[in-house]
């Protein structure tokens, strides 16, 4: 019985759904090349989803979490800068300005007691201090500066140095200016009294980190300067020698406070630490188990993309032929 071949039409029907069909898997291969997953997820998973959802939702739970560890890793190393920078500047001033007291050296004294209102202005502006557009010392209010100008502080020590008979009564007026609802909470301070936002750890742990420029060691730092810087308000020489030679002493003391706090925060800054390298442990292994259910092994995937690319050319080919295929042509 004579065969009779397929029309020119059926052929050319038939190459293009070939076309088609290799070119879908292509796609998908390409898919499964380049993301390194199942194209067809569902298939893969027999239509059970759950584990899939459950897993993308962790990563991403991860990926959130990690972001704030990531920020608060990079705010507390600005805030341990700054603090480091501060005491620095205000213990070499306490050191070299009680040498100078106790050897009874008047002009260098004299020459270290005129620069206290410059070291006041630095360790402000430090306290000031903020990153990404957050204040670092402002407690949870952090939008705007934790300290009002050095300038204001200083103008309102002076006035209380100079009001008082002697070098007692004006340290009692300082302390009290620095205590608890004196002058310095109601109008030095302008952060809140509430600490910033903590940062999540993970396993439901969150973390304080961030301390306050109205923390009683920074206070006392602020007062130490402050005394020395407004001591020349004072009614006579020996009181003026009295206040900086206290100032002197409360900045040594601060430098104690300052020391502990900066532990504090090198602690937390570890914690931090440690939780970003437990996130990124956990984010490994679920990846890992995302992969063991839907994962594909590279070099089967490019092989397959390869054999199909070569198969989709050949059909290319033949399309082209066929086309091009009369009978003028077939009778040369």
């Known amino acids: ?42 298939t893969a998973t027999r239509g059970d989803l759950a584990p899939i959802f459950g897993i993308d939702a962790a990563l991403q739970r991860i990926e959130v979490r990690g972001q704030g560890l990531a920020m608060a890793a990079a705010r507390a190393d600005a805030a341990q800068l700054a603090l480091g920078t501060a005491q620095e500047a205000a213990g070499n001033l306490a050191l070299d300005l009680s040498a100078a007291v106790s ?24 306290l000031n201090s903020s990153f990404g557009g957050r204040s670092l010392f402002s407690g949870a209010a952090q939008d705007g500066p934790a300290l009002a100008p050095s300038q204001q502080l200083l103008d309102e020590i002076s006035a209380l140095v100079a009001a008082a008979p002697d070098a007692a009564a004006a340290r009692s007026a300082i302390d009290g200016y620095f205590a608890p609802g004196g ?8 952060g809140a009294t509430t600490d910033a936002a903590a940062v999540e750890l993970g396993d439901g742990a969150r973390l304080d980190y961030l301390p306050r420029a109205d923390d009683t060691a920074l206070r006392d730092l602020l007062r130490g300067l402050a005394t020395i810087a407004a001591a020349p308000e004072a009614a006579s020489a020996a009181d003026r020698a009295e ?8 900045l040594l003391a601060a430098g104690d406070g300052a020391t502990r706090m900066r532990a504090a925060l090198g602690s937390a800054q570890q914690r931090i630490a440690d939780a970003a390298d437990a996130a990124e442990a956990e984010s490994n292994a679920l990846g890992r188990s995302r992969n ?3 994962g594909v092994d590279q070099y089967e995937a490019a092989t397959r993309f390869a054999a199909l690319e070569g198969q989709l050319q050949s059909l290319y080919t033949v399309t082209a ?9 077939f009778l040369r």
């Open 183 to 190: 002058g310095f909470e109601t109008g030095i301070y302008l």
């Open 103 to 126: 050897r009874g050296d008047p002009v260098s004294t004299s020459a270290l007691q005129a620069g206290a209102a410059g070291v006041l202005e630095t360790v402000v502006n430090l």
């Open 321 to 329: 032929r066929l086309s091009g295929l009369t009978l003028t042509n």
């Open 1 to 42: 019985m004579l065969s009779l071949p397929l029309s020119d039409l059926a052929a050319t029907l038939r190459l293009q759904d070939q076309n088609r069909s290799v070119r879908a898997a292509l796609d998908a291969a390409g898919k499964e090349l380049a993301t390194g997953q199942l194209a067809d997820v569902r």
């Open 292 to 294: 063991d259910l839907v």
């Open 243 to 250: 206040l900086i030679g206290d100032g002197a002493q409360v």
